[in-house]
């Protein structure tokens, strides 16, 4: 596709359940990142990749979050036993090395009941 | 990247110009200004961006002080559909490690 992106669009989970979400970035595009936000809350930066390594994952708030690439494209963000604190829109990004624009994908809403 | 600093809120009547201010003081001399915006919580949307000259694209115009203490992000003629939230951004693009990151942003309410 020709922009950055993301599934699921919607998910509602139970609490202490696991979760994954994907991303799919613009084709030949090395450079990945991360955010969340929170309902009315601004954005926060979670997580870079650069190909498969991730040299900055200074915003991920717990060990219950982790994040994988392969392939240099498909990044997957998984959460482990969620809790309602977790809920919020998650968005992924990417952009070419160098890169001057950053693109973001519609995001996955995550629910956790 | 430098921090920057913007109106929390501000509206604008339909068809007019709305003008965005923000001030990064402490930008430094390869750090581009980037305006992004995002619309009840989609995926933020590219704008503009500059260095020092001002820029102009199908969207909107960026004007740059002489110092590059302070920019405006000009909206031509506002549409409803231009009501969000705008980010001002200071980032160097070479280092893709360099991510946007993202401040409180200015809420714009476009009215009719």
């Known amino acids: 596709g020709a922009g950055v992106s993301q599934s699921p669009s919607n998910k509602v989970t139970e609490k202490g359940k696991d979760v994954e979400l994907r991303c799919d970035p613009i084709?030949?595009?090395?450079?990945l990142y991360w955010y969340r936000q929170s309902l009315g809350q601004g954005l926060e930066f979670l997580i870079y990749?650069?190909?498969?390594?991730?040299?900055?994952k200074s915003g991920l708030p717990s060990d219950r979050f982790s994040a994988e690439r392969t392939g240099g494209s498909v990044s997957t963000l998984t959460i482990q036993r969620t809790q309602q604190e977790d809920s919020a829109v998650y968005l992924c990004?990417?952009?070419?090395?160098?890169?001057?624009?950053?693109?973001f994908g519609e995001g996955s809403w995550l629910t956790v009941v | 990247d430098a921090k920057t600093t913007q109106p929390p809120s501000m509206d604008c009547a339909e068809g007019r110009a709305a003008n965005l201010p923000c001030n990064h003081s402490?930008?430094?001399?390869?750090?581009?200004v980037y305006w992004y915006r995002q619309i009840h919580s989609q995926g933020p949307q590219y704008i503009i961006h500059?260095?020092?000259n001002n820029e102009t694209n199908e969207m909107a115009s960026l004007i740059i002080t002489e110092d590059r203490k302070s920019s405006t992000l000009i909206l031509p003629h506002a549409t409803l559909r231009d009501t969000a939230v705008y980010y001002c951004?200071?980032?160097?693009?070479?280092?893709?490690?360099?991510?946007?990151?993202f401040g409180g942003g200015t809420r714009v309410l476009v009215k009719p």
């Open positions: 990004a990417s952009t070419q090395i160098p890169g001057r624009q950053i693109y």
């Open positions: 084709s030949g595009h090395t450079a």
């Open positions: 990749f650069q190909g498969n390594s991730a040299p900055d």
């Open positions: 402490t930008i430094s001399g390869n750090e581009y």
């Open positions: 500059g260095l020092k």
């Open positions: 951004i200071v980032r160097v693009p070479e280092a893709a490690g360099n991510k946007l990151t």
